[in-house]
């Protein structure tokens, strides 16, 4: 389910580590591998945002809990010239996941963009913290 990324950050971040790239679909011990980067699976926000993580947003339409309809709907929608999304993330990894991650599918929509059929994802990095079950 490797969704390649293409951003200065990179060079800074190893491999296999928290917010890093996979490194050949495998991370640290204790992080999991999402849409290609680890991430903790037991991170919990903190703060002013921890009452508001697992609330949808207003114009969220994919929080029906359904982890792989969500990223199906993500798939159906992002659209890029030659660039088909399907080849390159495998939704069906997301059905054992016992809580809803539909705002780490809309981050992803949001952050994503297409100039001249090209993709670029590189703001997707800033979704990684949502696809955690808190």
């Known amino acids: 389910m490797a969704l390649g990324i293409s951003c200065a950050q990179e060079d800074e971040c190893t491999p296999g580590y928290e917010a890093c790239i996979c490194s050949a679909g495998t991370c640290l011990a204790g992080l999991s591998c999402l ?3 680890c991430v903790d699976p037991n991170w919990e926000p903190t703060g002013d945002g921890a009452a508001e993580a697992g609330t949808p947003s207003a114009d969220d339409t994919m929080g ?61 990095i800033d979704c990684a913290e949502l696809a955690t079950c808190t």
């Open 35 to 37: 849409s290609g980067y």
């Open 64 to 124: 029906s809990g359904d982890n792989v309809a969500a990223c199906n709907a993500l798939i159906d929608e992002i659209e890029c010239g030659m660039f088909d999304l399907s080849g390159a993330i495998d939704c069906s990894l997301y059905s054992s996941l016992t809580c809803d991650i539909a705002d780490y599918f809309d981050c992803i929509r949001d952050a994503f963009t297409c100039t001249d059929g090209v993709p670029d994802t590189s703001g997707i």
